[in-house]
């Protein structure tokens, strides 16, 4: 069971402890408490946030004393907590080992709504022991008081990110509150997913799956298992195996299981049993591997083998459907490993390194001509978990990059990430926004012609690459006008545009002048 974040804020051991960022946070619940310190940090990132694993509903202490005087790294960690479902983070020793609570990991929790809170500060008695002791307490107290929890659960798992509501997460959720271990197969008996408690259960699945049973609780030695359907649309399309060591099932909790499994595969997991190379798409992009080792394996396609991938996506959305089959035959026959299907709002092609970089520009300057698309490059992917995380930003920040790039029809993910960048930004406030603008300020603070010179410089800088007879033809003039232009911008900003590092301040300035300038025309 899980108690509200707020709840547990009242306990003795937490009472004088602050909430300085994500207060919206207080109202998630929290299932469990876990203790994060490390001493090699690549080594723990690598170890602990790339393994699939979902870790969600916990609150983690912690001290960063190997990063307290990396802002950076500290920043990172919550960024990389928040991805694994991690609901709070109670920082230690705070005045001690680190000076302070710096306002850039203030205002990232905030952006995440993830809760923040410190112990009192410059104080060195302070015992992690007092609150895990505490937590745990309250949790154990509110699981044996209320024993009906499917309603709970599921509406767990309805708020939680669309990257984080597949079965995977569902089932490891289920099992943390049940410590029971579950698996499903399909109809003819093959493990389609499954998840042990604890995690590290060594008990042969394949065995066990294979017992005798009709339905009802059995006892095997020490180990209690049962078998139920999960109907779609009255077909019994999967089997729903519950088993339980050195503690009775009871038909109450089997129950309530059966319940939350099949209600999260009515509402969220209906083509879950479908073989098909849109489903692994799914799989892949929602992080369950169970099922995209499974699919991967039915469909003969090397998961492994991607490094590359595209988001395509129609300008006029009817002509999808011919894109995608032109898309998937010209792929099929150009590269050994090859994955196209649509996901959500874009088409989604997976595909290994058999072409040069040259050879990519070009088929994406050829698809994009022919079909009318807008191409997304994300190379370099080196696993599945960057394909998720590529994805999730592009989902989150490409009408940010049409704004910044109107006239592009193929960006690149680092396109993508520096839209990202300026769109965090905009939305971190006035005084964000200022500073940044700040390379620009002599060009707004003039009496005349800002906005023609900040409109030029927009062109010059984000649309025809530092191209003097591209920027004349997006506007419509003479080349001795452009020049012109660029002249004045030089004299009132002291400095070529093109020079850098001021160039870069440059960039980025006309990129959120554009966004500024949409934003005030909708408003």
Request: with cysteine; glycine share 4%; aromatic share 8%.
């Amino acid at each position: 069971m899980s108690v509200k974040l707020e709840e547990l804020m009242k306990l003795p051991s937490l009472r004088e402890a602050k909430v300085i960022a994500g207060e919206t946070g207080l109202k998630k619940l929290v299932s469990s408490i876990s203790v994060l310190e490390h001493t090699n940090v690549a080594i723990l990132e690598d170890a602990l946030f790339d393994n699939d694993e979902f870790y969600g509903s916990e609150i983690v202490i912690s001290a960063f004393i190997n990063i307290k005087d990396d802002v950076k790294a500290q920043c990172n960690m919550i960024e990389r907590l928040h991805k694994v479902g991690e609901v709070a983070l109670i920082l230690y020793y705070v005045g001690i080992f680190m000076p302070k609570v710096d306002d850039k990991l203030i205002q990232l929790a905030n952006e995440l709504d993830f809760t923040l809170i410190v112990m009192p500060e410059n104080e060195m008695t302070l015992r992690y022991s007092e609150v895990i002791y505490e937590v745990v307490e309250a949790i154990v107290k509110q699981e044996m008081s209320v024993t009906h929890f499917a309603s709970e659960l599921l509406e767990q798992i309805s708020n939680l990110p669309n990257n984080q509501r597949n079965i995977d997460t569902m089932l490891k959720i289920l099992t943390d509150r049940t410590r029971s271990s579950v698996v499903l197969t399909d109809n003819s008996g093959e493990i389609v997913h499954a998840v042990t408690w604890p995690r590290i259960n060594t008990i042969q699945l394949e065995e066990v799956i294979g017992l005798p049973s009709h339905g009802e609780i059995e006892q095997y030695e020490e180990l209690y298992i049962t078998k139920r359907p999960l109907m779609q649309e009255g077909v019994k399309m999967l089997q729903l195996f519950i088993m339980k060591e050195n503690e009775a099932l009871t038909e109450e909790l089997v129950l309530q299981m059966t319940e939350v499994v099949q209600v999260f595969m009515n509402l969220w997991g209906e083509k879950y049993s479908e073989i098909s190379s849109s489903e692994l798409v799914k799989a892949i992009l929602n992080n369950e591997s169970v099922k995209m080792r499974r699919l991967a394996n039915i469909l003969g396609i090397d998961v492994s083998g991607i490094q590359t991938m595209w988001l395509i996506k129609a300008r006029n959305a009817q002509a999808n459907e011919q894109a995608l089959k032109k898309i998937q035959s010209y792929f099929a026959s150009h590269f050994q490993v090859s994955l196209v299907d649509f996901h959500d709002d874009f088409i989604v092609a997976l595909m290994d390194n058999s072409m040069t970089q040259g050879e990519y520009d070009e088929l994406a300057e050829h698809l994009s001509e022919e079909l009318d698309v807008q191409i997304i490059m994300c190379g370099g992917q080196e696993n599945t978990t960057d394909v998720q995380q590529s994805y999730a930003t592009v989902s989150s920040y490409f009408d940010a990059s049409k704004i910044i790039f109107p006239l592009k029809a193929i960006f690149s993910i680092q396109e993508v990430i520096f839209a990202a960048e300026c769109y965090e930004i905009v939305n971190s406030g006035e005084r964000a926004i200022v500073e940044q603008l700040k390379s620009v300020g002599p060009i707004m603070q003039m009496q005349s012609h800002s906005e023609e010179l900040l409109h030029t410089l927009a062109v010059f800088l984000l649309d025809s690459e530092n191209n003097i007879g591209k920027a004349a033809e997006i506007l419509f003039l003479h080349k001795n006008t452009i020049k012109y232009r660029l002249s004045k911008l030089h004299e009132v900003l002291q400095h070529p545009i093109t020079k850098l590092p001021e160039s870069y301040h440059l960039y980025m300035s006309a990129a959120i002048w554009r966004l500024l300038q949409e934003m005030n025309h909708k408003g």
